[in-house]
């Protein structure tokens, strides 16, 4: 199946495929330290680490396991970050999962919401599965924060690529 949102549009931002020459782009935000503060095993070198990133998107793209979606703002038509949807395995059990990445300069202005309202329903609207979730690190107050505002609960918490997680769920 393809879960990728590539032509939809939220009402900022338009969703489009992550491309090779986004790579310096999105190497910015690996280069904040916050960034990548919370998840374990993420390469300490900024460019190892975007590398890695662009790795598996590409493999989710390739082998229909959704991946993320460039955002770019409207108005500006500046890419501000990645949401999309992911099929991921949690505890033995195939989920479809709401990613969301955004470069830290575009941090707390809604776009994280909205993306992953946009992505929600566009899930819901193509019966792609019965209840989505988010895999957010524990002390990852923020983007716990998006889980909420997407309509999210807390379902549970567990380990995940050596990660303690909340498994935050929505019922669609």
């Known amino acids: 199946m393809n879960y990728l949102l590539e032509g939809q549009e939220s009402a900022r931002l338009k969703f489009r495929k ?27 070198d900024p460019l190892k680490a975007c590398q890695h990133w662009f790795k598996k998107a590409f493999h989710r793209y390739e082998n229909n396991l959704g991946g993320m979606n460039v955002l ?32 830290p300069k575009f941090w707390r202005n809604g776009y994280a919401t909205e993306a992953a309202q ?11 599965a019965t ?23 807390l379902d549970k918490t567990t380990v995940y690529d050596s990660n303690r997680v909340h498994i935050y769920r929505i019922d669609l």
């Open 18 to 44: 992550l491309e090779q020459n986004d790579f310096d782009t999105w190497l910015r935000f690996h280069q904040n330290p916050e960034a990548n503060q919370f998840w374990k095993g993420i390469p300490q």
């Open 131 to 153: 209840s989505l979730i988010s895999i957010i690190q524990v002390d990852n107050l923020g983007s716990q924060k998006v889980a909420l505002n997407n309509g999210m609960h």
């Open 118 to 128: 946009k992505c929600k329903e566009f899930a819901r609207e193509n019966k792609y």
């Open 72 to 103: 770019i703002e409207k108005d500006t038509q500046q890419f501000i970050g990645q949401c999309g949807l992911l099929v991921q395995t949690v505890d033995d059990v195939e989920e479809l999962e709401i990613g969301y990445s955004i470069l």
